[in-house]
């Protein structure tokens, strides 16, 4: 049997030995970003005119996420020709389907876009660290998201009821509607919250310190319970992800 170190790539998501123990060997794992990545046999093989589920989880850890701070912050994303958010606790979606959140008055948090595997935000956070290394990025500077955040979708008509019982902050859609940031704990953690709904999904992307991800993941499925909530894999979302 072919085991997962002679199939995929040395590159692991905060989750990675979570989602291993459930499915140690190489069937169903496929590459994303140069990340192995779960993708379930039947969860792969889902038409995209299947209805959602109620209530999924996704772990996004493959997708590229990098923030940026500083007096210039702003003006080096306007000249990559980014739309930034009007004001701070907010996001914004950008053409290419990738979103930017404003945390501070000088700082960003860019999340790449589920359709083009996030191409654009790795390929200019590759500039930017070029530029910084050569001191040409003044006033300003990166933070490795990829390496301090792992990034999580909780999607479906319930993720607001699941959230309830985790966070004092009402995420309710009359309350916290698409585009809306919140920097609070749950689960007693910090975590970054973003409303990423579009079209007819609704969407919760949280963003948690890597080494809170293994502690996050069963307590977010055990709230999902009541739900009938379950697991979705990037490849399962992205056929219910509006184009």
Wanted: proline residues 5%; negative net charge.
């Amino acid at each position: 049997m072919a085991t997962l170190e002679d199939t995929l790539t040395s590159k692991r998501t905060p989750l990675y030995h979570l989602h291993q123990a459930n499915q140690p060997d190489a069937t169903g794992w496929q590459h994303l970003c140069g990340y192995a990545i779960k993708a379930t046999l039947d969860e792969a093989l889902f038409e995209p005119t299947t209805g959602a589920p109620a209530c999924g989880l996704t772990d996004l850890s493959a997708l590229a996420r990098v923030g940026l701070r500083g007096k210039k912050a702003a003006t080096i994303l306007s000249e990559y020709h980014y739309q930034l958010p009007a004001a701070p606790n907010q996001a914004l979606r950008q053409e290419d389907g990738s979103l930017v959140a404003k945390l501070s008055a000088s700082e960003y948090l860019l999340l790449g876009s589920l359709d083009d595997d996030s191409e654009r935000i790795s390929r200019d956070e590759l500039v930017w660290q070029e530029a910084e290394r050569a001191h040409r990025l003044p006033n300003a500077y990166l933070l490795p998201r990829q390496d301090t955040h792992a990034w999580l979708a909780l999607t479906g008509a319930h993720a607001s009821d699941v959230m309830a019982k985790l966070c004092g902050v009402d995420l309710s859609p009359e309350a916290f509607a698409p585009g809306h940031v919140a920097q609070t704990s749950v689960a007693r953690a910090n975590a970054i919250i973003i409303n990423a709904s579009q079209a007819d999904l609704s969407c919760l992307y949280l963003l948690v310190d890597s080494a809170s991800a293994c502690y996050f993941w069963p307590i977010l499925l055990d709230a999902m319970q009541e739900f009938e909530g379950k697991e979705l894999s990037i490849i399962a979302l992205r056929h219910h992800h509006p184009a």
